[in-house]
Nanobody
């Protein structure tokens, strides 16, 4: 069984910063891309940032220059540093990891339970 556990969400004022963490645990043979998605009320879940096992990154246009994704492969952990936060960044943020449990199994996507980020004065 694989679990992705997020932490670091909360309430912050506009212009503030938060750092999200997501640790994958359980039976893991290899980790491919990991990323962060978000879903605001009444909207579809959208990609925020993604990082490959080699460190290549891509970001949603709305967060470029403000958010930074990073990973620690030894810890199977991915981070999202969020700066200059805006009210429109308010959403539930979900961690995603494309993981392989054994040499003999295919990789598949796993999701965390989500962490709320609220940007408000």
């Amino acid at each position: 069984q694989v679990q992705l556990v997020e932490s670091g969400g909360g309430l912050v004022q506009p212009g503030g910063s938060l750092r999200l963490s997501c640790a994958a645990s359980g039976r893991i043979f290899s980790t491919n891309a990991m990323g962060w998605y978000r879903q605001a009320p009444g909207k579809q879940r959208e990609l925020v940032a993604r990082i490959t096992s080699g460190g290549s990154t891509n970001y949603a246009d709305s967060v470029k220059g403000r958010f930074t994704i990073a990973r620690d492969n030894a810890k199977n952990t991915v981070y999202l540093q969020m700066n200059s936060l805006k009210p429109e960044d308010t959403a539930v943020y979900y961690c995603n990891g494309n993981l392989r449990q054994t040499y003999y199994t295919d990789s598949r996507d796993y999701w965390g339970q989500g962490t709320q980020v609220t940007v408000s004065s």
